[in-house]
């Protein structure tokens, strides 16, 4: 449940922080007051677009949190997602959800204080909160919606998961069979390509690290008589000397023997002695060295046009296929798989087409056990809607949920002996049927409902779907709309009665509504120096008579009477008891009296 709200820099909302009830909470005041912009908030802490323009005129940045209380249901849904994310449940029952929208369009989501992503966010916020506000009676009007709902209700999601993801391997298998059966033409040229690439690449033959290799040699050919010159005369000075001085092997072994001699009067130059016979054995060694190197030096124009050929055409290959040797090898390796596809496509046909087969037969016998979870809570749905309806002064409409499926003999799936199209959704094309008036016809919902049996329909479905899901807190924005004040109350009992699995939260203009309230929250509009503010205050029971005498009309005795009768009635029918008759407004579509409601004596 959401046990805390709080509000910044909202919109004309300055500062607000808010704690609900766990069970009915309604929120009321006049209209303009700030109603929905609260429902807004909540909304947007769920995930919703972060619009800059909900920043309150001259500040920086708006930031809505919520705490959230979690049912057990809840805690092992939501728990295995937030510990792959990193985040902590320093409370196991207790989760905060952060958004921040900054003037400048860029917004932050943070759970427990750690940065997410915008889709992970709306991810645990889904689990969290549901809202109905006025414009989902909308989807009621979208028949292609009403699948969503039936499997909703049937709990079928998971089956819907699975069945999707073997319409997305049939998708795949379906689209390399279509690029299998292309023009033939575009085949063999492709073909053609393919071959040249793969032959031009063999005929090079890299090798990784030939390169640097390469470019070694180049440098050694291109310096040979450089080369030659220097090693010859360093060798000269180490190992040869000339006519004017003694080479360096010469002159250290002179050292070392006049070292030797005084090593014999003054031992302390053994050491030394030592030194200089390594440092001759040294040298001598390098001047052989260098005179090895000479003798290796090769000065031939020929190789090294060679090496320089063959560095060109290592080049034109990374130029053509991929930049590095590496990718060149790999690029090869990719076109060969793809030829061999090609120039295998037949056996490849066959191959792919018992796939297809395979997956026809194992997204029918999905799709055939969704379809008959669906029938069976199809009648269930249709049944419960038709006694909302009755309650919701409907008494002679009629609703059913009609599934249809259409043949597909060439591309469906196999649903026993026949073959019927499919999607991710399986077979079925679901739609809601209703008739509004004893004695008429079954026909589309989106045809037949007004504006108000719509919004009707929709509290009627809220209801049902509400009992099966698990979500903890529903939030109804104003979903009374187009109702009166008789079937205000009934609307009222039922989303009590919701309450009893779910924290409710009811924005409503009702008054008989709001009498159902365990908690009653009053949002007012004000002005400080220049600047309006919205404000919401928790009503004590006198607060509430002269709210709901108000919402009614009146600050008359007669309209506080009436208030007060409303409240006893809501508590009469909570505590399970008889309700004493209350005086209500009438709804202009209500034709007579129903449920002990009597005529307005407003």
Not at 148 to 154: C, H, I, K, P
Not at 200 to 228: D, V
Not at 293 to 298: D, N
Not at 454 to 468: D, N
Request: proline letters at 3%.
């Amino acid at each position: 449940m959401l046990a805390e709200l709080r509000i910044q820099n909202f919109a004309i909302i300055d500062r607000l922080e808010l704690h609900l009830a766990p069970h009915f909470n309604v929120i009321t005041g006049e209209t303009g007051a700030g109603k929905s912009i609260i429902i807004d908030a909540v909304d947007m802490l769920l995930g919703s677009r972060a619009d800059p323009d909900f920043v309150r005129a001259g500040a920086d940045r708006a930031i809505v949190e919520g705490v959230f209380k979690m049912p057990v249901a809840v805690q092992n849904e939501l728990k295995p997602l937030l510990e792959a994310e990193g985040i902590e449940l320093t409370t196991p029952d207790e989760v905060l959800l952060t958004r921040e929208i900054r003037v400048n369009g860029r917004s932050l989501s943070r759970i427990n204080g750690t940065s997410v992503s915008l889709q992970f966010f709306r991810e645990v916020g889904d689990h969290l909160v549901d809202i109905h506000g006025q414009s989902e009676h909308l989807s009621l009007l979208k028949s292609k919606e009403h699948i969503y709902m039936l499997d909703r209700y049937a709990n079928l999601f998971d089956q819907r998961r699975t069945l999707a993801e073997q319409v997305r391997k049939i998708n795949e298998v379906r689209a390399e069979i279509d690029n299998l059966l292309q023009d033939e033409a575009a085949i063999a040229r492709r073909i053609d390509m393919l071959g040249y690439q793969i032959e031009e690449i063999r005929a090079t033959a890299p090798q990784i690290g030939e390169e640097e290799t390469l470019r070694e040699e180049r440098t050694r050919l291109s310096n040979a008589e450089q080369l030659a010159s220097l090693t010859q005369e360093a060798q000269a000075l180490l190992f040869e000397g000339s006519e004017e001085n003694s080479s360096a092997v010469d002159l250290l072994g002179q050292a070392a023997l006049l070292l030797a001699k005084l090593a014999r009067i003054e031992p302390s130059f053994e050491e030394s002695h030592a030194l200089a016979e390594s440092l001759s054995a040294q040298t001598e060694e390098l001047a052989r060295t260098l005179r090895d190197y000479r003798e290796r030096i090769e000065y031939s124009p020929s190789r090294l046009n060679e090496v320089e050929e063959r560095l060109e055409a290592l080049s034109r290959l990374k130029r053509k296929y991929g930049g590095t040797i590496e990718a060149v090898l790999a690029y090869r390796e990719k076109i060969q798989k793809e030829l061999t596809d090609i120039t295998h496509s037949e056996e490849r046909l066959i191959e792919l087409r018992a796939q297809e087969e395979v997956l026809l037969h194992k997204i029918g016998e999905i799709a055939a056990a969704v379809s008959a979870i669906r029938r069976k809570f199809a009648a269930a749905l249709g049944g419960n809607i038709e006694k909302e309806l009755q309650e919701l002064r409907m008494g002679g409409a009629r609703f059913q949920v009609a599934i249809t499926q259409t043949e597909a003999p060439d591309s469906g799936c196999y649903v026993g002996e026949r073959r019927l199209a499919f999607d991710t959704t399986g077979v079925d094309h679901v739609e809601f049927m209703m008739a509004a008036n004893t004695g008429e016809p079954l026909r589309p919902m989106v045809k037949v409902a007004s504006g108000g049996e719509t919004a009707r329909i929709m509290l009627s479905l809220k209801g049902v779907l509400s009992r099966a899901d698990q979500t903890p807190t529903l939030i109804f924005d104003e979903i009374d709309q187009g109702i009166g004040g008789r079937v205000g109350v009934t609307v009222g009992k039922k989303l009590w009665s919701l309450s009893e699995s779910h924290q409710v939260l009811c924005v409503t203009h009702l008054a008989q509504l709001a009498g159902f309230g365990d908690s009653h929250f009053k949002v007012a509009k004000s002005l400080k120096g220049d600047r309006t503010l919205t404000t919401i205050t928790p009503l004590n029971e006198t607060q509430r008579v002269d709210e709901i005498a108000e919402m009614l009309g009146s600050e008359s005795h007669s309209a506080r009477q009436n208030a007060q009768e409303i409240l006893e009635y809501a508590q009469n029918i909570k505590r399970g008891e008889h309700p004493v008759p209350i005086s209500v407004a009438s709804d202009g579509d209500d034709k007579k009296e129903d449920h002990g409601v009597q005529p307005a004596l407003l």
